[in-house]
């Protein structure tokens, strides 16, 4: 299995602050990433995914996405306290989607 | 959006006993859905890929016999974990994706406890 790889964290961040989350992954193939959004005791939600190299933009959340170097990064600008999460990076490998061990992320007001 | 529902969203069984998840896809059809678990603190590790009509491919290490798929139709999928364990408590996650589109939408999952 290719492996994604996170940092556990957790990121702290003042409220209005960019928190910028990090991604690699092992698997050079892969064309299709994705970051979702995990509270806990819940399921992932999708907020964006990327496919071409650079960056893509929706709303105050930006995806970098770098093939070259095999990584793939979030930012959210203005961070705000709802934004606390963990934040799982996935790529696609084949047919199936392969999960990173995620991101904690703490926006404190 | 689309929707896919589990039941139950929790459940709290005896060692030895089997229990069934159902994850339903509400307003699209989806021709293959996605088991996971996930362990407190941990990443979602995929169990198996369900195909409609067809046997479910599991990864390796997940015990076929012990968990059981059915992907009956294109929008059920169920998993059914028999003689449940304590070590087999965990949050069980569905994803189904559509045949469509091929956008993969998560379930709310199901928390197994075994006691």
């Known amino acids: 299995q290719k492996e994604v790889e996170q940092n556990s964290g957790p990121l702290s961040v003042p409220e209005g602050a960019i928190a910028s989350l990090n991604c690699t992954y092992s698997?050079?193939?892969?064309?299709?990433f994705f970051w979702y959004r995990q509270y806990s005791g819940k399921s992932p939600e999708l907020i964006m995914f990327i496919y071409s190299n650079g960056d893509k933009e929706d709303g105050r959340f930006t995806a970098q996405l770098n093939k070259a170097s095999q990584y793939v990064s979030l930012l959210i600008r203005d961070s705000q306290p709802s934004d606390s999460a963990t934040y799982l990076c996935a790529v696609k490998s084949g047919n199936k989607l392969v999960f990173g061990a995620g991101t904690i992320l703490r926006v404190k007001s | 959006g689309a929707v896919v529902s589990q039941h139950p969203s929790w459940v709290i069984c005896k060692s030895g006993t089997s229990v069934k998840i159902e994850c339903r896809s509400l307003d699209f059809q989806a021709t293959t859905m996605f088991w996971y678990r996930q362990f407190p603190k941990q990443s979602l590790m995929l169990m198996a890929t369900?195909?409609?009509?067809?046997?479910?491919?599991?990864e390796q290490g997940v015990e076929k016999d012990k968990f059981l798929i059915n992907h009956a139709s294109l929008t059920l999928s169920t998993l059914t974990v028999t003689s449940a364990h304590p070590e087999d408590s965990s949050f069980y996650i569905c994803?189904?994706?559509?045949?469509?589109?091929?956008?993969?939408?998560f379930g709310p999952g199901t928390r197994l406890t075994v006691t």
């Open positions: 994803s189904a994706r559509d045949r469509i589109s091929y956008e993969q939408y």
């Open positions: 369900s195909n409609e009509g067809s046997k479910a491919t599991y």
């Open positions: 698997d050079r193939g892969s064309q299709s």
